[in-house]
């Protein structure tokens, strides 16, 4: 396994339309995580996948947010009607346990016009 | 609300010296600790991380040290290397049982390795 994988890396896309990410975590790892950077910041968290099961979500997540991650394996976090305030970096992570690290993947950057 | 504040947004050392990067939190719930580096257009990449039960916690080249009193945490790496230069985010998770361990960072340091 080669680590967090993240598709696409880069993503431009015009203001309104929809846009979805998959991240591939590392296989044994059943805690996934979905952050946003913006430049001049620290990532923020999104949300947070146990197996299968959606945990928490941040306040930051709006209602054109939704993230899934069937079967407990791979996630896709989808951006419904997107607006400029959207563009950022999107990174996922996984971990094997608490308080253990996360390992991240290379993000997706977005860029909505 | 930052709880978890670096507040250098910079830092430059010389080769071989040593780089001292350092990080303040608030929440008292907070009992592990991590440091990141991050190249651009790169993910973080995990570096070392420090339990609360512990003050220090060292990896080679990288020592973290916690203050849990002053709720404060440094990384020191000795000797620096330019390879070293990237930004650095100190990171923390809480107690909580049911936060599943997320993950709260400051807003990083980028530290300069000169030649």
């Known amino acids: 396994d080669t680590g967090v994988s993240q598709d696409p890396r880069h993503k431009i896309t015009k203001r309104g339309q929809n846009v979805t990410f998959r991240c591939d975590p590392i296989s044994e790892h059943n805690r996934l995580y979905w952050y946003r950077q913006t430049l001049g910041q620290g990532p923020e968290f999104l949300t947070y996948f146990q197996n299968e099961a959606q945990l928490e979500k941040s306040r930051l997540l709006s209602d054109r947010f939704s993230a899934e991650r069937p079967k407990g394996s791979f996630s896709t976090l989808e951006i419904q009607r997107t607006e400029q305030g959207d563009s950022a970096m999107y990174l996922c992570a996984s971990s094997l346990r608490k308080n253990t690290e996360a390992f991240f993947g290379q993000g997706t950057r977005l860029t909505v016009v | 609300d930052q709880q978890v504040k670096q507040n250098s947004p910079s830092l430059s050392v010389q080769e071989g010296r040593i780089s001292i990067l350092n990080c303040d939190y608030t929440?008292?719930?907070?009992?592990?600790f991590l440091w990141y580096k991050k190249y651009p257009a790169e993910g973080p990449t995990f570096l070392i991380s420090i339990s609360s039960i512990k003050d220090k916690n060292e990896d080679g080249r990288f020592t973290v040290f916690l203050n849990k009193s002053a709720k404060h945490l440094s990384l020191h790496i000795v000797p620096s290397q330019p390879g070293d230069s990237a930004v650095y985010f100190c990171a923390a998770s809480a107690r909580e049982e049911t936060s599943g361990s997320r993950l709260t960072f400051g807003e990083g340091t980028q530290l300069t390795v000169n030649p």
């Open positions: 929440n008292s719930m907070f009992d592990y």
